[in-house]
């Protein structure tokens, strides 16, 4: 069974702080492991992705952290501000295949 | 450079009637994948064309079909339809040759509601 377990399924944090959000995976041929940022009555958009050849990505106020022998990958958000507060989702993909599986999602606030 | 387009934005049908959901890629994306959204969870892979052929299918019943057209716009099709088809309903475009990046955009969606 192709899953993508995330979490927290919420999560509230000041302003200036920095919210983590986890994900494991089960499947060892995942190799593509995207964010996607989703807003009220929008689809979701792609944040960052990361490969399993790195350990680290970041681009901008956002970090992915990959753990390979551990399955694990989570996003970190630097110095947090009110207009990121979304839905985040992990997902992870296989080459050559244009099957995303998609954690349920997180619901971050970030108040000021 | 337009993004991926969904329409209807909106759609409300009743059990057991058939419903056409339409989508144009990003332009110079020439692959089209569907997705289906329920509350409150993340979106689920229902199928993804190229070439005006289904080339890949997730664990959804042959209710839901597609179609891909020479202009690379696609349809997404659900006949039968059930209480429980009621979500958002994705669109999302790539480039087949850079498949290895899997690279995916997403549309707004169409929320269908089955009553």
């Known amino acids: 069974q192709q899953q993508v377990k995330q979490s927290p399924q919420s999560l509230i944090v000041q302003k200036g702080g920095i919210p983590i959000i986890n994900c494991a995976y089960e499947?060892?041929?995942?190799?593509?492991f995207p964010w996607y940022q989703q807003f009220p009555g929008k689809g979701p958009a792609l944040l960052i992705a990361?490969?399993?050849?790195?350990s680290e990505k970041k681009e901008g106020r956002f970090t992915i952290s990959f753990n390979k022998s551990a399955k694990q990958f989570s996003l970190h958000i630097m110095d947090s501000q009110p207009g990121d507060s979304a839905t985040y989702f992990c997902?992870?993909?296989?080459?050559?295949?244009?099957?995303?599986?998609f954690g349920k999602g997180t619901k971050l606030s970030v108040i000021p | 450079d337009a993004g991926v387009t969904q329409s209807p934005t909106h759609l409300i049908k009743t059990r057991g009637q058939q419903v056409t959901l339409r989508c144009s890629p990003k332009?110079?994306?020439?692959?089209v994948s569907w997705y289906q959204q329920a509350l409150g969870q993340g979106p689920q892979f229902i199928f993804q064309?190229?070439?005006?052929?289904?080339?890949q299918r997730g664990n959804f019943p042959d209710r839901f079909s597609g179609h891909q057209f020479p202009n690379y716009s696609s349809e997404l099709n659900v006949n039968a339809l059930l209480l429980g088809d009621s979500a958002l309903y994705l669109c999302?475009?790539?480039?087949?040759?850079?498949?290895?990046?899997?690279?995916?955009?997403f549309g707004p969606g169409t929320r269908l509601t089955v009553l």
């Open positions: 990361i490969r399993p050849d790195v």
């Open positions: 999302a475009s790539s480039l087949y040759r850079l498949a290895g990046r899997n690279e995916q955009f």
């Open positions: 499947n060892t041929a995942f190799d593509y």
């Open positions: 997902a992870a993909g296989r080459a050559g295949s244009y099957q995303l599986t």
């Open positions: 332009s110079g994306h020439d692959t």
């Open positions: 064309y190229y070439e005006e052929e289904e080339r």
